[in-house]
């Protein structure tokens, strides 16, 4: 082999290994940075009175006897129980991680978590309020008093 093309080779072997590695480096990092339904899991039952349940076919989890949070079937994606503004916010952030769930259900604030993109901060941010929403609408349920029934409703029921 001449020394210009051992030269030229070596310089490809060069440039192709260290993309190689970097591309390698990437991917490594992202596995090792990526949420899974693991740690989604964890940091919602770590949240006081979580506890996990089942709602159609996917676990649920709930404070106050109100879900606060839920992991999909697929469990590649969770959601959070936010308020709209909340919502709007999570997104404007991190428009790759948060999008707002389907129909009227995105529109009141539910918001999906792609955890492959998730940083963990900013989920564990997002259930917190989360959580923190779900006690405050169990208390204003609770203290709500009970309107006492007119003498046309006792009627009616009879």
Known sequence: MRPEA??????????????????????????????????????????EGAVEGAHMGHPDFRVSDRIFATLHSDERSGMVALTPDQQQRFIGDDPDTFTPENGAWGRAGYTRVRLAAADGEAVGEALTLAWQNAINKGNAKRAKPRRPSSPARRQARR
Do not use: C, D, N
Not at 9 to 23: C, L
Not at 25 to 43: D, K, Q, V, Y
């Open 6 to 47: 051992f030269e030229a080779r070596f310089e490809y072997e060069r440039r192709v290994g260290w993309q190689r590695f970097r591309i390698r480096r990437r991917a490594l990092s992202a596995l090792i940075t990526a949420m899974g339904p693991h740690e989604f899991r964890r940091m919602a039952l770590a949240m």
